[in-house]
């Protein structure tokens, strides 16, 4: 059984194919990733596999079961979990208060909390705290378990979105562009964070212009352009593909 299957997807804003009658597969366990110009449809693709939008047409098998149009929640809670482009993190808040409510904001709840019920998911019972914190030293984030998010810097508010991510013990993990506005130090850490998460059982889908990390971590490479499916392989086969010099890497690619 593959994890995670897409078959003749089809989705478009106005006349542009956003997504172009896409046909791929994920299979459990190595770290995948997803490549291509800007505009190629990467993050389109992570919003329809994780219900943001509902696909004009087309299937999304999640271990087998037709998930296309289910609701953000309801995938969340089979065992899908992404980070966003552009980061989501509450701010004026405690780097664990945000994994706890991001606990409860992924799996039972259907809508933002009121005020009130914010508070007390802050407070929390102890075993959600336990593991917030847990989860926070599992991404390297140990020493700002109590920080402000206002006061982290940027590099570490991602790896926050990642722990958050992380807290509703996902199947599948799709990471949109985590290395974006890291410097090469934080990129490195970051490879090793993906390789770590990988080994703990998690399905990887990474998104990602940095070739230098997708080339050294991914098992399998999926090449988008203008919403189809350019090529996959290894890194190996995708950086002497003609096509992907082509369109994506350019001639220099090969040395990557
Ligand atoms: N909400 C939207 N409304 C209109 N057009 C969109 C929307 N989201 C994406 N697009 C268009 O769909 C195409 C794919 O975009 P996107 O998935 O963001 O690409 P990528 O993540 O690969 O850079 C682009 O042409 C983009 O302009
Ligand atoms: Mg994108």
Known sequence: MSLLKVQSLNLSFGGVNAIDAL?????????????????????????LITGVYVPSDGQILFEDKEIAGKKPWTLAAMGLARTFQNLQIFFNMTAID???????????????????????????DNENREKSAELLKFVGLGDYIGADTDSMPYGALKRLEIARSLATQP????????????????????????????????????????MKLVMGVSDHIIVLESGKLLCEGSADEIRHNPDVIAAYLGESGRNL
């Not at 791929?24 to 919003?47: D, R, V």
């Open 23 to 47: 046909s791929l597969t994920i299979e459990p366990g190595p770290i995948h990733s997803i490549i291509g110009p800007n505009g190629a449809g990467k993050t389109t693709l992570f919003n």
């Open 98 to 124: 945000n994994i706890m409510v991001g606990m409860h904001l992924n799996s039972d709840t259907r809508f933002l909390p009121s005020l009130l019920r914010l508070k007390s998911i802050i407070r929390g």
């Open 171 to 210: 199947k599948i993990l799709l990471l949109d562009e985590p290395a974006a506005g890291l410097n090469p130090a934080e990129t490195g850490e970051l490879d090793g964070l993906i390789q770590k998460i990988a080994a703990s059982g998690v399905t990887v889908v990474l998104v990602e212009h940095d």
